[in-house]
């Protein structure tokens, strides 16, 4: 079975500070992995995903994902956070088999300080 | 651009009652899907649907029941409400996508959400 384990509730970090947000994964196959996040009262939206190639995902907004498979990780990262950075973001994976299903994190809140 | 609609943003209903959550797409997307939302819990799959009648359990199913009986359109139904059902209700649609296809997995779609507070 598939699954993704975000590790923290909630990241802090101060505005122009890089920011990462941590992802781990299980699948029985290669991973397809998404970030997706979700504004207040708003539904989710995609950012970057991972399917193969180069390990450095650049995705929405300036964000950008690092896919390591040896630790089974795909962390979330921004060179500078903005405020309007602050938000929830789900981390998912989908792999080779379970094709149609995709399996969501619990969600990280990021909130930047100005 | 793709749009996902759901017919309600806040629902109130009372335990016990019959409640249809209505979810539209646009995009003559296969893929139509039904999450949860819960604080600390993330998105759970409740069903979803490969095609029209076609239907497939997720990882919450029970207290739930779905209906597809066309392609742009994924009813969820609380046949009987309860409490423990009140929650964000999210609906999503995506492309249909196998390994020996071609292509990579898209995307999934997602509607603005649904809030369901059952008394």
């Known amino acids: 079975a598939q699954s993704v384990a975000q590790p923290e509730d909630q990241v802090n970090v101060a505005e122009g500070n890089p920011l990462t947000v941590k992802c781990t994964y299980s699948?029985?196959?290669?991973?397809?992995l998404f970030w997706y996040v979700q504004y207040p009262n708003r539904g989710l939206q995609f950012l970057l995903k991972?399917?193969?190639?180069?390990?450095l995902v650049k995705g929405s907004y300036g964000f950008e994902a690092e896919f390591n498979k040896s630790q089974t990780s795909f962390h979330l990262k921004k060179p500078s956070a903005l405020v309007s950075d602050s938000a929830l973001y789900f981390c998912?994976?989908?792999?080779?088999?379970?094709?149609?299903?995709?399996?969501f994190g619990t969600g990280t809140k990021l909130q930047v300080i100005p | 651009d793709v749009k996902v609609t759901q017919s309600s943003r806040y629902l109130v209903k009372r335990t016990g009652e019959k409640v249809f959550l209505e979810c539209v797409q646009d995009?003559?997307?296969?893929?139509m899907f039904w999450y949860r939302q819960d604080p600390g819990l993330g998105l759970r799959l409740i069903y979803f649907?490969?095609?029209?009648?076609?239907?497939e359990k997720g990882d919450i199913p029970e207290g739930y029941s779905v209906s597809r009986e066309k392609k742009e359109r994924f009813s969820l139904i609380l046949e009987s409400a309860s409490t423990n059902q009140t929650s964000m209700y999210l609906c999503?649609?995506?492309?249909?996508?196998?390994?020996?296809?071609?292509?990579?997995?898209?995307?999934?779609?997602f509607g603005p959400g649904t809030r369901l507070t059952v008394l």
């Open positions: 699948v029985s196959g290669n991973p397809y």
């Open positions: 649907s490969y095609d029209v009648k076609m239907k």
């Open positions: 991972y399917i193969t190639g180069d390990n």
């Open positions: 995009m003559d997307h296969e893929n």
């Open positions: 998912a994976v989908r792999d080779f088999w379970g094709y149609q299903k995709v399996t």
């Open positions: 999503a649609s995506s492309p249909i996508w196998a390994p020996n296809s071609g292509g990579t997995p898209d995307t999934q779609y």
